[in-house]
């Protein structure tokens, strides 16, 4: 089956800088990318997506790159700010459309802490 | 809110007991998941319904079962319970046919098994 590997595990930065998680997976047939933000206590919420035919997307602060031919994804958060500090998780799926892009293998998740 | 309601919030019970978790999706969504979150084992996908029927299996337990009614609402079954199945367990809605890959969370079920 899938596996995502992320990386790292913990990072902590000062606010303003730039954080980047990176992910990596096994299964050449997954062709969806979430990214998930995990606040403590709290439920997982979507924050940005990839598809398999797109190299890159941007969400204001927030971009994802997806490098198909080495099978890894980035997440990269720019001026950082305090309520970015939460854990996040990248995940990957091999849906068809319709009813399967929710079963996602998830990776172990980022402790980001960005300091004021 | 993400529209997803899971009961109980939080649930102690000893082990070898069985215990009922339940979802009610996003109004309109026709798929509902059930992850299981652990410190050991992250996040992971345990069973899918669609519109009431099985759609796909994670590494869900043999003493595990889930089904999904006619209103859609899910259940999720947990019986001969081990220390080991204390985790927070999510569900999860999508919209099925319509699905643009965005699950919605439910804010799940603590469970503590003693």
């Known amino acids: 089956g899938e596996n995502v590997e992320q990386h790292p595990s913990t990072l902590s930065v000062q606010e303003g800088d730039s954080a980047v998680i990176k992910c990596t997976y096994s299964?050449?047939?997954?062709?969806?990318f979430p990214w998930y933000k995990q606040e403590l206590g709290k439920r997982p919420q979507l924050i940005i997506d990839i598809r398999s035919n797109v190299g890159e997307k941007k969400d204001q602060r927030i971009a994802v790159t997806l490098n198909k031919t080495a099978k890894h994804f980035s997440l990269h958060i720019t001026e950082t700010q305090p309520e970015d500090s939460a854990v996040y998780f990248c995940?990957?799926?091999?849906?068809?459309?319709?009813?399967?892009?929710?079963?996602?293998?998830f990776g172990q998740g980022t402790i980001l802490t960005v300091h004021p | 809110d993400s529209g997803v309601t899971q009961t109980p919030k939080h649930l102690i019970t000893a082990t070898g007991q069985r215990v009922t978790l339940r979802c009610s999706p996003r109004s309109g969504d026709l798929s509902v998941y059930w992850y299981q979150q652990s410190l050991d084992q992250g996040l992971q996908f345990l069973i899918q319904?669609?519109?009431?029927?099985?759609?796909a299996k994670g590494n869900i337990l043999e003493r595990f079962s889930a089904q999904q009614f006619p209103d859609l609402h899910s259940e999720l079954n947990l019986s001969s319970l081990e220390l080991g199945d204390s985790a927070l367990y999510f569900c999860?809605?999508?919209?099925?046919?319509?699905?643009?890959?965005?699950?919605?969370f439910g804010e799940g079920s603590r469970l503590t098994v003693l």
């Open positions: 319904y669609y519109n009431g029927e099985e759609r």
């Open positions: 995940a990957a799926s091999t849906g068809a459309g319709g009813t399967s892009y929710g079963k996602l293998t």
């Open positions: 999860a809605s999508s919209a099925g046919s319509r699905d643009t890959g965005e699950l919605f």
């Open positions: 299964d050449s047939a997954s062709n969806y």
